[in-house]
Protein backbone atom coordinates (compact mmCIF):
# COMPACT_ATOMS: atom_id res chain seq x y z
CA UNK A 1 0.00 0.00 0.00
CA UNK A 2 2.57 2.14 0.91
CA UNK A 3 4.49 1.66 -2.59
CA UNK A 4 1.56 2.10 -4.25
CA UNK A 5 0.81 5.93 -2.95
CA UNK A 6 4.41 6.57 -3.30
CA UNK A 7 4.01 5.91 -7.27
CA UNK A 8 1.28 7.87 -7.17
CA UNK A 9 3.34 11.10 -5.33
CA UNK A 10 6.09 10.69 -8.21
CA UNK A 11 3.76 10.93 -10.85
CA UNK A 12 1.90 13.82 -9.18
CA UNK A 13 5.18 15.15 -8.64
CA UNK A 14 6.11 15.01 -12.32
CA UNK A 15 3.53 16.58 -13.78
CA UNK A 16 3.66 19.36 -11.03
CA UNK A 17 7.02 19.89 -11.83
CA UNK A 18 5.83 20.24 -15.80
CA UNK A 19 3.35 22.40 -15.38
CA UNK A 20 0.40 20.23 -15.87
CA UNK A 21 -2.95 20.73 -14.33
CA UNK A 22 -3.47 18.14 -11.57
CA UNK A 23 -6.94 15.50 -11.32
CA UNK A 24 -9.62 15.50 -8.99
CA UNK A 25 -7.90 12.10 -7.68
CA UNK A 26 -4.95 13.53 -7.49
CA UNK A 27 -6.08 16.02 -5.42
CA UNK A 28 -7.75 13.50 -2.74
CA UNK A 29 -4.22 11.66 -2.97
CA UNK A 30 -2.18 14.67 -1.74
CA UNK A 31 -5.12 15.76 1.05
CA UNK A 32 -4.46 11.85 2.47
CA UNK A 33 -0.67 11.80 1.99
CA UNK A 34 1.16 11.97 5.52
CA UNK A 35 4.59 12.97 3.50
CA UNK A 36 4.59 16.25 5.48
CA UNK A 37 8.02 18.01 3.82
CA UNK A 38 7.18 16.65 0.74
CA UNK A 39 3.69 18.32 0.35
CA UNK A 40 5.33 21.93 1.73
CA UNK A 41 8.16 21.91 -0.33
CA UNK A 42 6.51 21.01 -3.60
CA UNK A 43 3.79 23.56 -3.06
CA UNK A 44 6.80 25.96 -2.21
CA UNK A 45 8.47 25.20 -5.44
CA UNK A 46 5.03 25.94 -7.42
CA UNK A 47 4.94 29.26 -4.98
CA UNK A 48 8.47 30.27 -6.24
CA UNK A 49 7.27 30.11 -9.85
CA UNK A 50 4.27 31.60 -9.61
CA UNK A 51 5.27 34.70 -7.60
CA UNK A 52 8.63 34.91 -6.79
CA UNK A 53 9.88 35.84 -3.13
CA UNK A 54 7.31 38.56 -2.51
CA UNK A 55 5.04 38.43 0.60
CA UNK A 56 2.06 40.13 -0.48
CA UNK A 57 0.71 42.33 3.03
CA UNK A 58 -1.77 45.38 3.14
CA UNK A 59 -2.01 47.60 5.88
CA UNK A 60 -5.80 47.97 6.53
CA UNK A 61 -9.17 48.43 8.29
CA UNK A 62 -11.44 46.02 8.77
CA UNK A 63 -15.12 47.28 9.14
CA UNK A 64 -17.89 44.94 10.15
CA UNK A 65 -20.92 47.15 9.80
CA UNK A 66 -23.01 44.78 12.06
CA UNK A 67 -23.69 41.23 13.90
CA UNK A 68 -26.88 41.04 13.36
CA UNK A 69 -27.91 38.61 10.70
CA UNK A 70 -30.93 36.60 9.53
CA UNK A 71 -28.94 33.24 8.30
CA UNK A 72 -27.38 32.09 11.72
CA UNK A 73 -25.15 29.94 10.45
CA UNK A 74 -24.09 27.07 12.45
CA UNK A 75 -20.10 27.71 12.29
CA UNK A 76 -20.31 31.68 12.79
CA UNK A 77 -20.09 32.88 16.17
CA UNK A 78 -19.90 36.54 14.93
CA UNK A 79 -24.09 36.44 13.90
CA UNK A 80 -26.49 37.50 16.56
CA UNK A 81 -30.09 37.96 16.57
CA UNK A 82 -31.47 41.74 16.82
CA UNK A 83 -32.27 41.11 20.34
CA UNK A 84 -29.49 39.12 21.67
CA UNK A 85 -26.74 40.36 23.66
CA UNK A 86 -23.59 41.94 22.27
CA UNK A 87 -25.58 42.90 18.81
CA UNK A 88 -24.82 46.07 17.47
CA UNK A 89 -25.27 47.93 13.92
CA UNK A 90 -22.89 50.91 13.71
CA UNK A 91 -23.98 54.28 12.47
CA UNK A 92 -22.12 56.18 9.38
CA UNK A 93 -20.81 58.44 12.05
CA UNK A 94 -19.37 55.46 14.21
CA UNK A 95 -17.89 53.86 11.13
CA UNK A 96 -16.04 57.41 10.15
CA UNK A 97 -14.35 57.44 13.82
CA UNK A 98 -13.85 54.23 13.37
CA UNK A 99 -11.44 54.75 10.24
CA UNK A 100 -9.99 57.91 11.22
CA UNK A 101 -8.59 55.91 13.99
CA UNK A 102 -7.33 53.61 12.13
CA UNK A 103 -5.46 56.47 10.08
CA UNK A 104 -3.25 57.09 12.83
CA UNK A 105 -0.98 55.04 10.77
CA UNK A 106 0.21 57.16 8.46
CA UNK A 107 0.28 54.31 5.90
CA UNK A 108 -3.15 52.83 6.18
CA UNK A 109 -4.42 52.31 2.78
CA UNK A 110 -7.46 50.66 2.83
CA UNK A 111 -10.79 48.77 4.16
CA UNK A 112 -11.91 45.56 4.18
CA UNK A 113 -16.03 46.12 4.75
CA UNK A 114 -18.09 42.51 5.51
CA UNK A 115 -21.47 42.13 7.74
CA UNK A 116 -24.25 40.63 8.83
CA UNK A 117 -27.32 40.11 6.57
CA UNK A 118 -29.22 42.52 8.70
CA UNK A 119 -32.89 41.95 8.56
CA UNK A 120 -34.29 45.75 7.72
CA UNK A 121 -31.12 47.34 6.23
CA UNK A 122 -32.02 48.20 2.64
CA UNK A 123 -29.56 48.18 -0.13
CA UNK A 124 -29.24 51.75 -0.15
CA UNK A 125 -28.19 51.75 3.35
CA UNK A 126 -25.16 49.90 2.09
CA UNK A 127 -24.95 51.84 -0.82
CA UNK A 128 -24.96 55.08 0.87
CA UNK A 129 -22.44 54.07 3.37
CA UNK A 130 -19.82 52.98 0.39
CA UNK A 131 -20.83 56.50 -1.31
CA UNK A 132 -20.03 58.14 2.04
CA UNK A 133 -16.81 56.29 3.00
CA UNK A 134 -15.94 56.77 -0.68
CA UNK A 135 -16.29 60.45 -0.67
CA UNK A 136 -14.51 61.17 2.70
CA UNK A 137 -11.37 58.55 2.39
CA UNK A 138 -11.19 58.62 -1.88
CA UNK A 139 -7.58 57.91 -0.84
CA UNK A 140 -8.74 54.65 0.60
CA UNK A 141 -9.00 51.55 -1.29
CA UNK A 142 -12.67 49.87 -0.31
CA UNK A 143 -12.75 45.69 -0.91
CA UNK A 144 -15.95 45.14 0.35
CA UNK A 145 -18.86 42.45 0.93
CA UNK A 146 -18.97 38.83 0.24
CA UNK A 147 -20.68 36.52 -2.14
CA UNK A 148 -23.43 36.16 0.17
CA UNK A 149 -23.90 39.86 0.88
CA UNK A 150 -24.10 41.10 -2.63
CA UNK A 151 -26.69 38.24 -2.88
CA UNK A 152 -28.78 38.71 0.04
CA UNK A 153 -28.74 42.38 -1.37
CA UNK A 154 -30.06 41.16 -4.70
CA UNK A 155 -32.76 39.41 -2.99
CA UNK A 156 -33.99 42.22 -0.73
CA UNK A 157 -33.89 44.57 -3.39
CA UNK A 158 -35.58 42.51 -6.40
CA UNK A 159 -32.40 43.20 -8.58
CA UNK A 160 -29.87 41.63 -10.54
CA UNK A 161 -26.33 40.51 -9.26
CA UNK A 162 -25.03 43.17 -12.46
CA UNK A 163 -27.46 45.71 -11.41
CA UNK A 164 -26.59 45.71 -7.38
CA UNK A 165 -22.77 45.38 -8.41
CA UNK A 166 -22.85 48.26 -11.09
CA UNK A 167 -24.06 50.60 -8.01
CA UNK A 168 -21.56 49.68 -5.83
CA UNK A 169 -18.90 50.05 -8.44
CA UNK A 170 -20.20 53.31 -9.27
CA UNK A 171 -20.46 54.31 -5.00
CA UNK A 172 -16.47 53.24 -5.02
CA UNK A 173 -16.26 49.49 -4.29
CA UNK A 174 -12.68 48.38 -5.69
CA UNK A 175 -12.84 44.57 -5.12
CA UNK A 176 -14.99 42.04 -3.34
CA UNK A 177 -14.12 39.98 -0.34
CA UNK A 178 -13.53 36.04 -0.53
CA UNK A 179 -15.96 35.13 2.61
CA UNK A 180 -19.43 33.06 2.40
CA UNK A 181 -17.77 30.48 -0.41
CA UNK A 182 -17.61 28.18 2.73
CA UNK A 183 -17.87 24.87 0.96
CA UNK A 184 -19.51 25.01 -2.05
CA UNK A 185 -21.25 21.89 -1.90
CA UNK A 186 -25.26 21.81 -1.30
CA UNK A 187 -25.25 18.83 1.34
CA UNK A 188 -22.78 21.07 3.09
CA UNK A 189 -24.48 24.10 2.91
CA UNK A 190 -28.13 22.88 3.73
CA UNK A 191 -26.87 21.51 6.96
CA UNK A 192 -24.85 24.24 8.39
CA UNK A 193 -26.58 27.56 6.09
CA UNK A 194 -29.21 27.32 4.68
CA UNK A 195 -30.53 30.44 5.03
CA UNK A 196 -27.84 32.80 2.77
CA UNK A 197 -26.53 32.07 -0.62
CA UNK A 198 -26.40 28.48 -2.56
CA UNK A 199 -23.17 27.40 -4.02
CA UNK A 200 -24.55 28.39 -7.34
CA UNK A 201 -25.31 32.13 -6.06
CA UNK A 202 -22.02 32.63 -4.88
CA UNK A 203 -20.46 31.85 -7.97
CA UNK A 204 -22.85 33.79 -10.08
CA UNK A 205 -21.47 36.75 -7.72
CA UNK A 206 -17.91 36.06 -8.29
CA UNK A 207 -18.44 35.17 -12.22
CA UNK A 208 -20.99 38.73 -12.53
CA UNK A 209 -18.21 40.23 -11.05
CA UNK A 210 -15.28 39.20 -12.99
CA UNK A 211 -17.68 40.10 -16.52
CA UNK A 212 -17.93 43.88 -14.99
CA UNK A 213 -14.21 44.21 -13.91
CA UNK A 214 -14.39 44.00 -10.56
CA UNK A 215 -11.58 41.47 -9.19
CA UNK A 216 -12.87 39.22 -5.96
CA UNK A 217 -10.95 36.80 -3.57
CA UNK A 218 -12.27 33.35 -3.04
CA UNK A 219 -12.30 31.35 0.55
CA UNK A 220 -12.93 28.04 1.67
CA UNK A 221 -13.79 27.36 4.96
CA UNK A 222 -12.56 23.66 6.05
CA UNK A 223 -12.39 21.66 9.65
CA UNK A 224 -16.07 20.66 10.15
CA UNK A 225 -18.59 18.29 8.13
CA UNK A 226 -16.92 18.85 4.85
CA UNK A 227 -15.06 15.66 3.29
CA UNK A 228 -11.73 15.63 2.06
CA UNK A 229 -13.74 14.84 -1.31
CA UNK A 230 -15.77 18.28 -1.29
CA UNK A 231 -12.73 20.11 -0.41
CA UNK A 232 -11.13 19.17 -3.55
CA UNK A 233 -14.99 19.74 -5.54
CA UNK A 234 -14.64 22.90 -3.59
CA UNK A 235 -10.89 23.79 -5.16
CA UNK A 236 -12.18 22.43 -9.06
CA UNK A 237 -15.10 24.59 -8.89
CA UNK A 238 -12.86 27.55 -8.18
CA UNK A 239 -10.40 26.80 -10.60
CA UNK A 240 -12.94 26.31 -13.63
CA UNK A 241 -14.28 29.42 -12.88
CA UNK A 242 -11.10 31.13 -12.89
CA UNK A 243 -10.55 29.15 -16.19
CA UNK A 244 -13.83 30.93 -17.38
CA UNK A 245 -13.16 34.80 -16.08
CA UNK A 246 -9.60 35.40 -14.67
CA UNK A 247 -11.25 37.44 -12.11
CA UNK A 248 -9.92 35.53 -8.99
CA UNK A 249 -7.03 37.52 -7.38
CA UNK A 250 -6.38 35.51 -4.24
CA UNK A 251 -7.43 32.22 -2.62
CA UNK A 252 -7.99 31.78 1.23
CA UNK A 253 -8.41 28.77 2.90
CA UNK A 254 -9.93 29.33 6.73
CA UNK A 255 -9.92 26.88 9.26
CA UNK A 256 -13.29 26.53 11.55
CA UNK A 257 -12.96 28.29 14.72
CA UNK A 258 -15.49 26.43 16.83
CA UNK A 259 -15.35 28.41 19.82
CA UNK A 260 -18.87 30.26 20.71
CA UNK A 261 -20.32 28.47 17.36
CA UNK A 262 -23.72 26.03 17.92
CA UNK A 263 -21.40 23.53 15.69
CA UNK A 264 -18.58 23.95 17.82
CA UNK A 265 -19.26 21.58 19.86
CA UNK A 266 -18.92 18.70 18.06
CA UNK A 267 -15.86 20.02 16.84
CA UNK A 268 -12.21 20.67 18.08
CA UNK A 269 -9.93 23.02 16.31
CA UNK A 270 -7.80 22.15 12.88
CA UNK A 271 -4.38 20.75 13.34
CA UNK A 272 -1.15 22.62 11.95
CA UNK A 273 -0.58 19.80 10.09
CA UNK A 274 -4.48 19.82 8.77
CA UNK A 275 -3.94 23.78 8.13
CA UNK A 276 -0.25 23.47 6.19
CA UNK A 277 -1.52 20.36 4.03
CA UNK A 278 -4.81 22.46 2.98
CA UNK A 279 -2.41 25.40 2.05
CA UNK A 280 0.15 23.31 0.18
CA UNK A 281 -2.65 21.34 -1.55
CA UNK A 282 -4.56 24.58 -2.48
CA UNK A 283 -1.52 26.35 -4.11
CA UNK A 284 -0.75 22.88 -5.87
CA UNK A 285 -4.20 22.50 -7.18
CA UNK A 286 -5.02 26.01 -8.40
CA UNK A 287 -2.77 26.74 -11.01
CA UNK A 288 -4.84 29.60 -12.23
CA UNK A 289 -5.01 31.47 -8.76
CA UNK A 290 -1.89 33.42 -8.51
CA UNK A 291 -2.20 34.21 -4.72
CA UNK A 292 -2.78 31.69 -1.81
CA UNK A 293 -3.27 33.77 1.76
CA UNK A 294 -2.02 32.85 5.08
CA UNK A 295 -4.76 34.17 7.01
CA UNK A 296 -2.58 35.03 10.08
CA UNK A 297 -5.78 35.58 12.47
CA UNK A 298 -6.85 31.85 12.43
CA UNK A 299 -3.94 29.96 11.47
CA UNK A 300 -1.71 32.10 14.70
CA UNK A 301 1.79 34.01 13.71
CA UNK A 302 3.74 31.16 13.98
CA UNK A 303 1.79 28.49 11.81
CA UNK A 304 1.12 31.51 9.12
CA UNK A 305 4.91 31.88 9.09
CA UNK A 306 5.11 28.53 8.45
CA UNK A 307 2.44 28.63 6.12
CA UNK A 308 4.36 31.16 3.34
CA UNK A 309 6.51 27.87 3.28
CA UNK A 310 4.06 25.64 2.32
CA UNK A 311 2.79 27.25 -0.55
CA UNK A 312 1.29 30.91 0.54
CA UNK A 313 2.38 34.31 -0.67
CA UNK A 314 0.20 36.94 1.32
CA UNK A 315 -0.30 37.02 5.22
CA UNK A 316 -3.39 39.62 4.69
CA UNK A 317 -2.86 42.32 7.08
CA UNK A 318 -2.85 44.89 9.97
CA UNK A 319 -6.26 44.56 10.48
CA UNK A 320 -6.75 47.17 12.69
CA UNK A 321 -9.13 45.63 15.06
CA UNK A 322 -10.42 42.09 13.68
CA UNK A 323 -13.75 40.91 16.04
CA UNK A 324 -15.39 38.17 13.34
CA UNK A 325 -12.88 35.38 14.15
CA UNK A 326 -12.01 36.50 17.63
CA UNK A 327 -16.09 35.97 19.15
CA UNK A 328 -14.94 32.45 17.71
CA UNK A 329 -11.87 32.31 20.25
CA UNK A 330 -9.58 33.27 17.95
CA UNK A 331 -6.31 33.24 19.92
CA UNK A 332 -4.16 35.61 17.54
CA UNK A 333 -3.69 39.50 18.62
CA UNK A 334 -7.00 41.63 17.02
CA UNK A 335 -4.19 43.34 14.95
CA UNK A 336 -0.11 43.81 13.91
CA UNK A 337 2.13 47.09 13.52
CA UNK A 338 3.04 46.81 9.90
CA UNK A 339 6.53 46.67 11.85
CA UNK A 340 5.66 42.87 13.25
CA UNK A 341 4.39 42.21 9.55
CA UNK A 342 7.64 43.35 7.93
CA UNK A 343 9.17 41.30 10.79
CA UNK A 344 7.47 38.05 10.05
CA UNK A 345 8.12 38.42 6.61
CA UNK A 346 11.96 39.04 6.98
CA UNK A 347 12.48 36.20 9.65
CA UNK A 348 11.73 33.60 7.07
CA UNK A 349 13.82 35.22 4.28
CA UNK A 350 11.17 36.86 1.94
CA UNK A 351 10.61 39.89 1.00
CA UNK A 352 7.65 42.15 2.05
CA UNK A 353 5.32 43.99 -0.42
CA UNK A 354 2.61 46.67 1.08
CA UNK A 355 -0.28 46.23 -1.62
CA UNK A 356 -3.60 47.53 -2.02
CA UNK A 357 -6.86 45.35 -2.74
CA UNK A 358 -5.83 44.72 -5.95
CA UNK A 359 -2.57 43.42 -5.34
CA UNK A 360 -0.93 46.59 -6.39
CA UNK A 361 2.19 46.92 -5.00
CA UNK A 362 2.34 50.27 -3.30
CA UNK A 363 6.11 49.72 -0.88
CA UNK A 364 8.67 46.87 -1.15
CA UNK A 365 10.65 46.80 1.91
CA UNK A 366 14.33 45.04 1.04
S1 LIG B 1 -21.22 33.56 8.56
FE1 LIG B 1 -21.98 35.54 7.76
S2 LIG B 1 -24.01 35.06 6.99
FE2 LIG B 1 -23.48 33.38 8.39
S3 LIG B 1 -24.27 34.01 10.40
FE3 LIG B 1 -22.15 34.69 10.30
S4 LIG B 1 -22.30 36.81 9.60
FE4 LIG B 1 -24.25 35.82 9.10
Not at 16 to 41: K, M, Y
Not at 252 to 263: G, M, R, S, V, Y
Not at 319 to 336: C, M, Q, R, V
Request: glycine share 6%.
Amino acid sequence: MKMQISNDLRKIKKKILNGERLTRDEGITLFNCNEFAWLGSLADEVRKRMSDDLVYYNVNCHVNLTNICTARCKFCAFGRDEKSDGAYAMTIEQVINLINDALKDPNMSGLHIVSGLHPTWKFEDYLEIIKTIHEKFPELYIKGFTGVEITHFAKISGRSVENILTELIDAGLQAIAGGGAEILSDRVRNLLCPKKATAEEWLNVARTAHNLGLKTNASMLYGHIETIEERVDHLIKLRELQDETGGFQTFIPFPFLPKNTELGKNFKQTSMWDDLRTIAVSRLMLDNIKNIKAYWVMLTVPVAQVALNFGANDIDGTIHKETILHDAGASSPTNLAEDEIIKIIHEIGRVPAACDCNYNILRIIE
